[in-house]
């Protein structure tokens, strides 16, 4: 099969990152830390909590109104969203459909892909074994997987910042030929990391922000030698059943359980809209293959924003963010800060999702959709939690502004 150039560049700027910040991130080496898991209600919390509004209907009608309209504009077949704040209400909602052939209509309950949200499922797992003394954050990755490039230099937590200067597999030509013409294969994580590791290292450990997957497969990897069990029966025994998450799944293989939301994308050979609903994700692993819905989710972004399954310790050096180039936006460990909103997003073929929470208001926001199409080069997961966000904590509007790549090499867009 022939790729055109074009193709060529919106395919591999589809899977390069699977779903995070869609603009390049600039480096920076100072620390910014987030805002603390919530504590004690102290009067000032209590008065941010009071700036979030009650979910009248009135201002559901007026999320119902924005959410349509970014629909409509970025071409999304079906959206779930979720918002709630103690005190304030819940507002959630479903539009569009679920299925394109049949109508079926998209419903709260379906299972979506959730692509790169996997990472904070991953991040959580390994510092876990960090709570449990059997790994340090800063220990080098040579410790546990031979063969990395300048792997005695880079660190875990290089790894888990997005700062490690290895390359990302996914933006290797090879690997998106491999993907592409056969979306069914099933990659191995060494497999993954031979795409990487034939590119001379970007940069020395520490020395700029590059969003990148092969980070964590290699972490992935660490969580299995060191625990002595598989990734996906580890995460789910330490994180899933802990969290009290029954409707998220590490898979390991194409099923998705019913019943589930049809994902579309275009991030195909031929550049026409496809049903990737089954395509088989073990090209993502640790970085971007797990499974959820709009219930759990839920529950998991003020589990992983408040660090209920770790040490303050720890979660408090989680939520250390590099600021990046764009405003009121860093990235910690496996987690983002954007505006306040910590948590992270996801997209791959077919699939996007936001996961994130405000401490003080201690509201949550979901949003899953079923395509990654861009909208002039937004992802429309963006979209989603900007147009809320707007509405509900104008201080605190969630965005992602979008940094034009050179036309000669792409972008990372999602995973």
């Known amino acids: ?54 979910l009248t209907p009135a201002v559901a009608e007026r999320l119902d109104k924005a959410i349509q309209d970014v629909m409509k504009e970025a071409g999304v077949p079906g959206v779930t969203v979720g918002l709630s704040a103690p005190g304030k209400g819940t507002y959630i909602r479903s539009f569009g459909v679920a299925d394109k052939d049949t109508g079926q209509p998209m419903r709260p309950d379906l299972y979506m892909r959730i692509g790169s949200e996997t990472k904070t499922f991953t991040v959580t797992a390994l510092l876990e074994l960090v709570d449990q003394g059997k790994v340090s954050i800063d220990d080098p990755i040579s410790r546990y997987v031979d063969g990395v490039p300048n792997g005695e230099k880079i660190t ?88 009290g998450l029954d409707h998220t799944v590490f898979p390991t293989d194409a099923a998705i359980p019913d019943p589930h939301a049809h994902g579309y994308t275009i991030q195909t050979a031929s550049g026409q809209v496809e049903d990737s609903t089954n395509w088989n994700p073990s090209w993502a692993w640790a970085a971007g293959a797990m499974i959820s819905n709009l219930q759990d989710l839920r529950t998991w972004a003020r589990v992983v924003a408040t660090g209920t399954l770790l040490t303050p310790e720890t979660q408090a050096e989680r939520l250390k963010v590099y600021p990046t180039a764009i405003p009121g936006a860093g990235y910690g460990l496996g987690i983002f800060n954007i505006q306040g909103w910590i948590g992270h997003n996801g997209s791959l073929p077919g699939y996007e999702s936001l996961t994130i929470y405000l401490p003080e208001s201690r509201a949550t926001l979901v949003v899953l959709l079923n395509t990654d199409t861009q909208h002039d080069g937004n992802e429309p997961s963006t979209l989603f939690g900007q147009a809320i966000t707007r509405i509900v904590t104008p201080d605190h509007v969630f965005d992602i502004p979008v940094t034009p790549a050179a036309p000669s090499s792409p972008s990372p867009s999602g995973n």
Do not use: W
């Open 1 to 54: 099969m022939r790729y055109s150039r074009t193709c060529r560049r919106r395919l591999c700027a589809g899977i390069a990152a699977l779903g995070i910040f869609a603009a390049p991130l600039g480096a920076g080496t100072a620390l910014a830390v987030g805002p603390p898991a919530p504590g004690p209600y102290t009067a000032a919390a209590v008065a941010a909590q009071d700036d979030f509004p009650e």
């Open 156 to 243: 875990l937590r290089n790894l888990a910042s997005m700062r490690s200067g290895l390359f990302n597999y996914s933006a290797d030509e090879g690997f998106y030929k491999a993907f592409t013409s056969n979306p069914d294969r099933v990659f191995t994580p060494r497999q993954l990391l031979d795409f990487a590791f034939k590119h001379p290292v970007q940069f020395q450990p520490g020395a700029e922000f590059d969003y990148c997957n092969t980070n964590l497969i290699l972490l992935g990897l660490v969580v299995e030698k060191v625990s002595g069990t598989p990734l996906h029966e580890f995460i789910q025994k330490n994180v899933l059943d802990p969290a």
